[in-house]
């Protein structure tokens, strides 16, 4: 019976996760989390109001599409001991995007156009194709990708503090004001936990100071925080904005 079922596919996919195995391990919890969080948000998405509905389900697909890629990625770690690079980037220009666009449906009643939408996804898209040069094509160039990329970043940043979607938020003050001030806080803290893990993860000047610490790791922490946290921000709106109009 025991070599029947460790015959059968499934079972035999499963490796061993070592003790001091913090990549594989950050894999697995981190595939477990995005689960959990995307059920959370998809059953208590009917509870709010069409609005607000849309966002919720945004939420869930972000930890959804994440945890379908740390699927992968936790068994590619396991069978091969690779940073799975290529899952990584594919998982992030999906989920990153989308994040842009729940920055936009939460301005949307301030009256947000689209343009600042396209315009946050494009800048989005521009940091993860040139993060992923540096970190798999180009590696010897992998500062000058990162630079690019940092650039791209750093532009985003402004839009949201500063920029026309600052403007917005102004405008529409209360539970999307807030919801926008910590979705802000998130882009500025939050996401500058990749640049870290990506120099602790390239050859470069920085390798001195980041070089010891383990990439992975520290872009599974990153997504844990950036997507789980963002979504129930999202949430944690909705729920404030329904009970004050009940
Ligand atoms: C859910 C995934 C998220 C929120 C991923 C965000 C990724 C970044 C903000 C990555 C940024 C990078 C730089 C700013 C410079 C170096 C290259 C990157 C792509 C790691």
Not at 66 to 72: F, P
Not at 93 to 117: D, H, N, Q, W
Not at 221 to 230: Q, S, V
């Amino acid at each position: 019976m025991k070599t029947l079922l460790l015959n059968l596919p499934l079972f035999a996919e499963v490796t061993k996760i070592a003790n001091d195995d913090y990549v594989g391990f950050t894999f697995f919890v981190g595939c477990m989390a995005m689960m959990a969080a995307s059920a959370f948000f998809f059953l208590s998405m009917n509870n709010f109001d069409r609005k607000w509905k849309t966002s919720i389900l945004v939420s869930g697909l972000i930890t959804f599409i994440a945890a379908v890629h740390y699927w992968y990625m936790r068994d590619y770690w396991g069978a091969i001991g690779e940073s799975p690079t290529f899952f990584r980037y594919v998982d992030w220009v999906l989920t990153v995007p989308l994040m842009c666009v729940e920055f936009y449906l939460i301005l949307r009643v301030a009256g947000a156009k689209k343009s600042l939408m396209w315009r946050l996804i494009f800048l989005s898209v521009i940091m993860l194709v040139t993060g992923y040069l540096g970190e798999a094509v180009y590696i010897d160039q992998a500062w000058l990708w990162g630079l690019i990329s940092g650039i791209a970043y750093f532009i985003i940043v402004y839009d949201i503090w500063l920029g026309s979607a600052k403007k917005l938020a102004v405008q529409a003050g209360g539970s999307v004001l807030k919801a926008h001030k910590m979705l802000c806080w998130f882009v500025l803290v939050g996401w500058a936990i990749y640049p870290i893990g990506y120099m602790a993860g390239t050859p470069g000047w920085y390798e001195g100071i980041f070089g010891g610490l383990a990439m992975d790791v520290i872009y599974n922490i990153g997504d844990a925080i950036n997507k789980i946290g963002f979504g129930l921000v999202v949430y944690g709106a909705a729920v404030a904005s329904q009970e004050k109009s009940a």
